[in-house]
C-alpha cells in the first residue's frame, strides 16, 4: 500500500491506470499479494511551500518499509522574461537562421505567471530557484536547495510541435530522440552563468517553414517518464507549453558612422570605437532582434571628420520649437548619410538634449517623424554622462541602439511602462519586444527596403 502526505503546502495524489478513466488516490495498493507489482501515476497537486514537504510512504501489512520526499512544482514559460542577457528567452518568433544568432531559446521556470510582481513574472534569465524571490512561493528557495533537483541534473524532454492551419506538420519532435532541440545549449541566457535543463534552443527549426502562414510552433517541457505509457506521452502530459509564430524574415541595411571630431585650433577627438567592436554591436543586435525575425546587414562603414566650433557635447532637440534657431548638430551629422538606402547610425561621443537639459545615450529621427530640416538617423553616445573619459561598454551601445532601433522600425517614439520592454526608457539592460510591436512591425512598421523613407 502507498500512502502520501505533506508537512508543508505540497500535495501529491496517486494515480492508477488500470480503472479505465484514471482514479485518483492518496492510499493505493498496488499489488493484489503486496507484491507492489501494479503500476501507478503520481500527480502533483498543491505547490510545495518547503523542500522535500511532501512524503509517499510504503507499507506491507500496514508497517512501513520505505519513504521518499517529493516537492512539488509549477513551471511557466512566460512570454516576456526581461533580463541583462542578450539571448531572448522563449520569443515571439522563430526560424532556421535564428539559433545561430543566439534565438530560439527557450527556458521554463517556477516564477509565478501573471503575478503583481514584475521581477517575479518576468524572471526567466534567472536559472530556476537561485534567488528566494523566483520561487514558487515567498520566502524559500525551492531548487537552490533541494538536493534531489539541481536545474543541471533535473531530467527534461522538451518537445517541438509544428502546427499549420489547425494540422500537425510532420510529427513531434523530442529532445530524448535525436537532435535539433539541444538541452542546456551554450549561450542558455541564464543569470548567474548556470548550466540548466530548463533551457533549450531549437537548433533545427526547418528552413521550407520559414515564414509559413496560419503557423504556430508549440515548445513543451516535460518529464521522461511520458516514454513508459501512451497516457503520459509529453505532447499531452506536459509541465509547461509555449506558443511561437514563425514569419518572413526581415532584413534591414544599417550604414555605421564612427564621427571624430576637431574643435577650432584642438586636437583629433575619437570615440574610440573600433571596427571589432562594431562588429561585436551588431552581433548582440541581431541575437536581439531574432525574437521578431529581424536580421541587420552593414551597407557600409565609415569615419567621419566632424569640423565643430566647439569640443561641447553634440546637441539634440527633438521637437524644434522655440530652440531651433540654436545651432543642432545632431541634424547636421544626420545630413551625412541621408537618402542612401538604409538605416543611418552615427556614434559621436556625447549627445545633449536641449529640450529636456539632460545627456542621452541615444537619440533617434524616426522616418514618419514630420519635422521640417530632419533627416532619418539615430545617433548613440559613446561617453557617460557628457565625459569624454568613461567609455560605454559595447554591451552598453548595443542595448541602446536596439532601442533606438525599435524607435526607428515601429516608426514611434513612445515609451514601454514594462520593466523587461527594450523601449523602456530608464533601463539599459531589458530588451524583450512585446506580441503586439511584433504586430506594429509586421503592419505598420519600416519595410525592408524602405529604411530611411522620409515622411
Known sequence: TLTTSSIGTGSITLADPNTGAPTVHTVLDTGAT???????????????SLPEDVAITALIAGAAVATERLTVLRFNMEPETGGTTN??????????????????????????????????????????????????????????????????????VWTREIVQNGARVGSVLKSNAGGGLSVNPTRNGARPNTSSNLRMRDTSFPVDMDGATGTSVLYSVAHPTESTSAGLDAAMNYASRYTAVTSAKRVYRMEMNIMQYQPPGGALVTTGITAADIQEIEDIIDTIGSQVGVEFIRFRQQEIVHLRTTSAPYLFNPKGGALVGINDEIDDVMRVGARDGAIDVYFVNTIYDKGVNQFLNGACYFPKQPLVGKFPGIAIAAFANGTTTVRRTNQELARTLAHELAHYLLNSGEHSADGWNLLNDGSESRKDISASQFRMLTTKGVSPGFEDDHF
Do not use: C, M
Open 34 to 48: 503486496g507484491l507492489g507489482q501494479g503500476q501507478f501515476f503520481i500527480r502533483g497537486g498543491s505547490v510545495s
Open 87 to 156: 539571448e531572448p528567452v522563449n520569443p515571439i518568433h522563430v526560424s532556421s537562421w535564428a539559433s545561430a544568432a543566439g534565438g530560439n531559446l527557450f527556458g521554463a521556470d517556477i516564477g509565478i505567471l501573471g503575478g503583481g510582481n514584475e521581477t517575479i513574472r518576468h524572471n526567466a534569465d534567472y536559472v530556476s530557484g537561485s534567488s528566494p524571490i523566483l520561487t514558487s512561493f515567498a520566502g524559500s528557495n525551492v531548487l537552490a536547495r533541494s538536493v534531489k533537483i539541481p536545474v543541471d541534473k533535473i531530467e527534461v
